[in-house]
């Protein structure tokens, strides 16, 4: 009897050493999946990561060699390993095809891709500056203002509209209000007030605005030949008039002399780019009245 009892006990201790081993092997098992799967998802990862730096690089190139659908192509190719989330690496990828779009002139589209990136985080100064240079090229003058990034360029691209259209009292107003507004289009505001006093025939006064403008922002070309031009003007007109004249006799109207001068509009702040893909935007010139720049 005690020998069936021993003989019980010992096939009981076998089999609770069987389930002992049946276990930890089961946990061997999951330990050596879980690795196994581990590495299986970083392969994977890095592949991924490797295929999206892969066509961020192609993109970028392609934009550079001006062939920007195809850039564009590249760079949504890289969105789509992003699932609809917006990171670092999403958002270089957006910089780079709003820049492609806005060159491209596709203004609507990369308004878009910058009110995306404006979803993301709304008070992003780029971003918003990226999306009031569309609507500008859109016409929407007063959708740019309301993001108050770039009021000075828009400011003096109003005033380059009324010296086309020779209304310079409603120019220098435009130009005052740019002065108030301040940022990165001043020096483009001074030289067309000098400009539209030029324009307006008050020679004395231009010369003063040129004067101030060389000694604030530095000798330039055009400068100096306006310079030498209204200094040319007023000594004729002094010596035309004798120790007789007035000092208004010192607005003399261009026509009457003749001359015209030379009008270079610029861009100004560009996207993406201060991004740029800062950054975005070329200068351009247009010839419009005496040396006005935009």
């Known amino acids: ?59 970028v190139r392609l934009l550079e060699d001006g062939s920007y659908d195809e850039a564009i192509a590249r760079l949504d190719e890289a969105l789509q390993w992003s699932k609809g989330k917006i990171g670092e690496f999403e958002t270089n990828v957006l910089l780079y095809r709003a820049d492609a779009e806005y060159r491209l002139e596709d203004y609507a589209a990369a308004l878009n891709t910058y009110n995306l990136l404006r979803n993301n985080e709304e008070e992003n100064a780029q971003f918003k500056k990226g999306a009031a240079q569309c609507m500008v090229k859109m016409g929407d003058y007063d959708g740019a203002l309301e993001l108050g990034v770039i009021d000075g360029y828009i400011y003096n691209l109003r005033a380059l509209e009324q010296i086309r259209a020779e209304e310079y009292d409603a120019a220098l107003e435009w130009i005052a209000r740019g002065k108030a507004a301040g940022g990165e289009s001043m020096q483009d505001l001074s030289y067309n007030e000098a400009v ?58 261009p026509e009457a002399d003749g001359t015209e001068g030379n009008a270079v509009p610029s861009e100004g702040e560009s996207g993406a780019g201060e991004g740029e893909s800062e950054g ?3 200068s351009e010139s247009e010839t419009s009245g005496n040396g006005a720049v935009g």
């Open 196 to 253: 539209i006093w030029e324009n307006k025939g008050d020679y004395a006064r231009a010369l003063e605005l040129f004067e101030a403008y060389r000694e604030k922002y530095g000798p330039d070309e055009n400068v100096e030949r306006e310079i030498t031009f209204l200094r040319s003007r007023l000594e004729s007109h002094e010596e035309s008039v004798g120790t007789e004249g007035s000092p208004d006799d010192q607005a003399v109207s």
């Open 280 to 282: 975005q935007e070329s």
């Open 1 to 59: 009897m005690e020998d069936e009892r021993a003989r019980a006990r010992a096939r009981a201790r076998k089999k609770k050493k069987r389930r002992q081993q049946k276990m930890m092997f089961g946990i061997l098992f999951l330990i050596v999946m879980v690795v196994i799967s581990g590495i299986v998802y970083g392969i994977m990862g890095y592949q991924r990561e490797k295929k999206k730096q892969e066509l961020l690089a192609e993109g």
